[in-house]
């Protein structure tokens, strides 16, 4: 069993959101020559957007890509802090096919149910994924202290999704979440961790050195057997 990540420095915001948008669109291209689709799992927040944009510029074959969310919040889709409608924005016009993982509502129950059912229509590897990180190292929606964390970081049954409820809730966005879950996030011909500035650099160097997801989640995913993470990082 190994696990492997690669870094890219990148020399700044703009270079990193360049290099990533050029590797997803390598991921995508590389699925669409071989599958009849490409499913790829974004990050929300604020910093892939710029990516997003770059990406949604490529000349892909748009209709055979399926876009959805690493993880939502629980929200109305017209609300603000709604990573799917964020998405749908940024690929506006492409004609990707851009899916919520989440209920219209924003039902915390229903959109679970909805979500199983969703990744049940997309079973196999994805064809990338992007994660981004807070500075409490969390990845996607998988918050050490909630009470669903190690549930979502390694689940029994094989669930592809899961309901996170963050203790405590973040002041930025106070919402139950529905999160893909480790095994599934890991599921796919590259993982993509994008993160900027010294303060997340200090966290990833711990995560680098010690496998302890309890303490930053996103260490799981570094140290995760058989992993092929992509780190692009920029001051």
């Not at 609300?79 to 899916?99: M, P, Q, S, W």
């Not at 981004?132 to 390694?154: E, K, N, R, Y």
């Not at 303060?199 to 160097?205: A, G, N, P, T």
Request: glycine fraction near 6%.
């Amino acid at each position: 069993m190994t696990m492997a990540w690669t870094e890219h420095r990148h020399a700044d915001a703009d270079a990193a959101a360049q290099g990533l948008a050029h590797a997803l669109a390598q991921d995508v291209a590389v699925a669409l020559a071989t599958e009849a689709n490409a499913v790829v799992a974004l990050a929300g927040g604020r910093t892939p957007f710029a990516a997003y944009r770059l990406l949604a510029r490529q000349p892909l074959d748009w209709c055979r890509i399926h876009l959805l969310p690493g993880d939502e919040r629980c929200v109305p889709h017209d609300h603000h802090a709604c990573n799917a409608t964020a998405l749908r924005k940024a690929f506006d016009g492409t004609g990707a096919i851009v899916e919520h993982l989440t209920v219209p509502s924003g039902d915390p129950d229903a959109s679970l149910m909805h979500a199983r059912t969703l990744l049940g229509t997309h079973s196999g590897p994805f064809a990338s994924v992007v994660l981004g990180m807070g500075l409490d190292g969390h990845v996607a929606s998988l918050f050490a202290g909630a009470p669903q964390f190690m549930t979502a970081l390694h689940p029994r049954d094989g669930a592809a999704v899961a309901r996170i409820d963050p203790e405590p809730l973040p002041v930025e966005a106070p919402f139950p979440r529905i999160t893909l879950t480790l095994p599934r996030l890991l599921d796919a011909r590259r993982v993509h961790l994008l993160a900027t500035g010294h303060e997340k650099r200090s966290v990833l160097e711990a995560a680098m050195a010690a496998n302890a997801p309890l303490l930053l989640p996103v260490s799981a995913v570094l140290h995760a057997p058989e992993s092929n993470v992509q780190i692009h990082w920029s001051p």
